[in-house]
């Protein structure tokens, strides 16, 4: 698989050309060295999160959390399949993807041409894509909304290709699951529009589509069903992910408080999105494609060690059936990049409103814990 290049790399080059300063937003002035030192920063913080993973990955916790991750990951895959009634259906994985839009466009019935099927052991199939490594952190973006509804199924009336997301997230300081963590996730619906927010083109400060967080148990997993991302301009396909340590759960299925510990955004395979943008109703939005390379954000998410692509089976043998798509991230849950995470709005029942301090050049730029 390809990556884009560290946004440091990217960067340097561009620093080394314009001494001054690197304009990448209007109004935006940003130092050489203000630039260097956030690199530097960044490769140290990222080495010592890792290499306090790396000290645990043999221990017996750790190997027992991987298997019980393997195991609910199963039974979740044999649960969706259960539900939409689809127990003797043929299924893909993500490492057909490079087969995906050839089969999808021939037939729906040639998937036991490949070399997953019912007798492929489980941790062949549900395995992490992360093997407990560093999540690089990433911008927020400017449609973060705050104080959003405890719920795992967001989808509201949203069409779209059905996507029943699980992540695991794993306390880098401990090796141990991050129980507790409240995790906010919310994406853009089929044609490009955020509910939550003010914005022209967006969905409103009365639309909560898409958006939702979750408390992590035990193992430190959330799950939402949602749909398949689209995109907008400027951008691959995305999913946004917060964490918040300390967060309260308020009465009316709310929260408050808390820092937050991590930002990122998952993407997702080319082939599956060039697949997907092909059917309706994304084929309808009209904003110009960004692939995964061109986006300058995929840049921060990367890593020669951490995959920011997930990892997703289908559920049956058509889109239609939708998606179960999984990842593992590590996270320091003593990180506060408050800073970073300004919020565009809040969520209010009968309509939000707009946060009127809200700083759009600090949703710009990742944590230095950045890819």
Known sequence: MLFVPSIAVTLTAALSLTPALVSGHPGE????????????NAHVVSTMNRRALEACQNSPAVKERKARAIARRAETFARL??????????????????SLRKWAAESHDRTGAFDFNKDTP???IFGSNTSCVLTPDNANGPYFVYQEQIRSDIVEDVVGVPLHLEVQFIDVQTCEPAEGILVDTWSCNATGAY???SARGEGGLGTTYLRGAQPADADGVVSFDTIFPGHYQGRATHQHLIAHVGAEILPNGTYAGGTVAHLSQLFFDQALRDTIEATAPYNTNRIPHTANLADWFTGYAATPDYDPFPNYIMLGGGLEDGLFVWAELGLNTSSNWD???????????????????????????????HG
């Open 29 to 40: 002035q940003y130092g050489k060295r203000e630039a260097m030192e956030e690199m530097g």
């Open 81 to 98: 399949r259960r539900e939409r009634d689809l127990e003797n259906a043929p299924w893909l994985h993500r490492r057909d993807a490079a």
């Open 122 to 124: 489980n941790e062949d």
């Open 195 to 197: 509910s939550g927010v």
């Open 339 to 369: 800073y970073y995470a300004p919020f565009a709005s809040t969520w209010k029942e009968g309509g939000g409103y707009d946060n009127p301090d809200f700083d759009f050049m600090a949703v710009a730029f990742p944590p230095p814990t």
